[in-house]
């Protein structure tokens, strides 16, 4: 009977262990078409804009994520060959992207709504990491100077 509980239990906690897991393994970066669909979503629930306004809007940003992407792709390629990418450099070129972003969304928005844009819809958006996930250095390991 231990030895039944103990299986049963030892299942119960491999499936849950497998739930908590994103499918395929890992994370996945959204498609340009994917990010789009979010950014539209947002705006036409805040502001209810015209069609135009958001057409133009989604035309651009899905310019503007497929370069991202491709450039993204060129990065990973590099690394992959060999070649280290400068952490600074990459994080220039990836707030130009950001810029680029925001500046094609005040563009069709009045100045009260990209204040509001950018002070409450933005920061709702970012993704919240759970207590103990991301941000600190690395593990618990001996240092090399020891």
Do not use: C
Request: glycine fraction near 10%; hydrophobic fraction near 40%.
């Amino acid at each position: 009977m231990k030895k039944l509980s103990f299986v049963f239990l030892t299942m119960l906690f491999a499936s849950g262990v497998a739930m908590a897991q994103p499918p395929g393994g890992g994370f996945q970066r959204r498609t340009p078409a994917e990010r789009v669909a979010v950014i539209h979503q947002k705006l036409d629930s805040a502001f209810k804009l015209d069609a135009v306004r958001l057409s133009l809007i989604d035309t651009a940003l899905v310019v503007l994520y497929k370069k991202q992407d491709s450039r993204m792709q060129e990065i990973r390629e590099a690394a992959m060959g060999g070649e280290r990418p400068d952490p600074e450099a990459l994080r220039e070129e990836m707030k130009k992207y950001s810029d680029a972003q925001e500046e094609i969304i005040k563009a069709v928005l009045t100045p009260e709504q990209y204040t509001i844009w950018t002070e409450k819809i933005v920061p709702a958006m970012r993704p919240t990491r759970p207590m103990g996930m991301g941000g600190g250095g690395g593990g618990g390991g001996r240092r090399n100077d020891q």
